[in-house]
């Protein structure tokens, strides 16, 4: 089981501002592009629940970050079903990341104390996922729910929500701001942070130094909410 705390993973997800999201069958890619983001200060880290034997590979890699990173908090995303989740819990994930609400899968989460962020698209849904006990709600797909507009008119009666848009993120200083602008808790990045050349050459050093320039960015625009 995870060594995180729920709360943990929230104040962790602030503090660090991004939330990369990655997934590759091949283990050595998936150590490597960890590795990468690491070195460039990104300590939340959401391995997508993807191919076939997904749960195996992230068994593997979380055990090597429990001993090569102990600070870092691995967790799962893509993950529509209470049973897969608990799969996942098992082997230590240090949240579940949906992109909707399964109320099952809250209580299975609950259950062990373990953060979990489901996809909301609505008022209501954000209001569902609180009551269910989500610290931090995913909204998803991001820009296409309303984008940073979306989260500064929910934040406007709800000024204590927790959001972390997905999709329609891109790790440049426009994009970015506009988003920590309109107050959200943190930001999941996918594959535009990891794009296919970069991958296929194995740069992981562009990786490092793309991390690194979007947490300073991230520091730039953060507001205190």
């Given at each position: 089981?995870?060594?995180?705390?729920?709360?943990?993973?929230?104040?962790?997800m602030?503090?660090?501002g991004?939330?990369?999201?990655?997934?590759?069958?091949?283990?050595?890619?998936?150590?490597?592009?960890?590795?990468?983001?690491?070195?460039?200060?990104?300590?939340?880290?959401?391995?997508?629940?993807?191919?076939d034997?997904?749960?195996?590979?992230?068994?593997?890699?979380?055990?090597?970050?429990?001993?090569?990173?102990?600070?870092?908090?691995?967790?799962?995303?893509?993950?529509?079903?209470?049973?897969?989740?608990?799969?996942?819990?098992?082997?230590?994930?240090?949240?579940?990341?949906?992109?909707?609400?399964?109320?099952?899968?809250?209580?299975?989460?609950?259950r062990?104390?373990?953060?979990?962020s489901?996809?909301?698209?609505s008022?209501?849904?954000?209001?569902?996922?609180?009551?269910?006990?989500?610290?931090?709600?995913?909204?998803?797909?991001?820009?296409?729910?309303?984008?940073?507009?979306?989260?500064?008119?929910?934040?406007?009666?709800?000024?204590?929500?927790?959001?972390?848009?997905?999709?329609?993120?891109?790790?440049?200083?426009?994009?970015?701001?506009?988003?920590?602008?309109?107050?959200?808790?943190?930001?999941?990045?996918?594959?535009?942070?990891?794009?296919?050349?970069?991958?296929?050459?194995?740069?992981?050093?562009?990786?490092?130094?793309?991390?690194?320039?979007?947490?300073e960015?991230?520091?730039?625009?953060?507001?205190?909410?």
């Amino acid at each position: 089981m995870s060594k995180f705390s729920r709360i943990e993973v929230a104040l962790k997800m602030k503090e660090t501002g991004i939330v990369p999201v990655f997934y590759h069958s091949d283990a050595d890619v998936c150590r490597a592009v960890i590795q990468a983001c690491y070195g460039g200060g990104v300590r939340v880290f959401e391995f997508t629940n993807r191919g076939d034997f997904a749960h195996e590979l992230f068994s593997e890699l979380n055990k090597w970050a429990a001993v090569e990173h102990p600070d870092l908090m691995l967790g799962a995303g893509s993950v529509l079903d209470a049973a897969t989740a608990a799969i996942y819990i098992q082997l230590g994930a240090a949240f579940i990341v949906s992109p909707l609400i399964d109320e099952e899968m809250a209580r299975v989460c609950n259950r062990r104390k373990v953060a979990w962020s489901p996809g909301c698209g609505s008022v209501t849904e954000i209001g569902r996922a609180h009551e269910l006990g989500s610290e931090v709600v995913k909204i998803f797909p991001g820009a296409q729910v309303g984008g940073p507009a979306f989260v500064s008119a929910v934040r406007g009666p709800m000024p204590w929500c927790s959001i972390m848009p997905t999709g329609g993120v891109s790790p440049d200083e426009a994009n970015l701001a506009a988003w920590f602008k309109a107050g959200v808790h943190c930001v999941g990045l996918g594959s535009q942070l990891f794009p296919k050349e970069v991958i296929a050459t194995r740069n992981w050093q562009a990786i490092t130094e793309k991390c690194r320039e979007v947490l300073e960015i991230v520091k730039k625009y953060r507001i205190n909410n």
